[in-house]
């Protein structure tokens, strides 16, 4: 985790980008799947640079837990290097999305 992380209310909110061999695996399905079950909001999406960047906020633990799942991803994925950007969490709870 990253030493600047922000919390209100016991949540936490990150952009996260995946670096790897993680497009045309399933990972943003993988990812989505993931996130519900875990009661977080945001999105996930490729990127025309080949990695997978998410947006994923709500309670801090379940974020924490989801961020662990994302450094190795689905089984066919390969997962080289996560990038972490904290940002305020907005208490948004419209689910989690694929997006593009």
Known sequence: MCGRTVRIDGRARYRVT????????????YARQRATALGLSGWVRNRPDGTVEAVVE??????????????SGPSLAEVTGVDLEPEEPRNEDSGFVIRG
Not at 18 to 29: E, P, T
Not at 58 to 71: I, K, M, P, T, Y
């Open 18 to 29: 995946i670096r790897g061999r993680v497009q045309g695996v399933s990972f943003r399905y």
């Open 58 to 71: 709500g309670d801090d633990e379940a974020v924490r837990r989801f961020l662990s799942w994302a450094r």
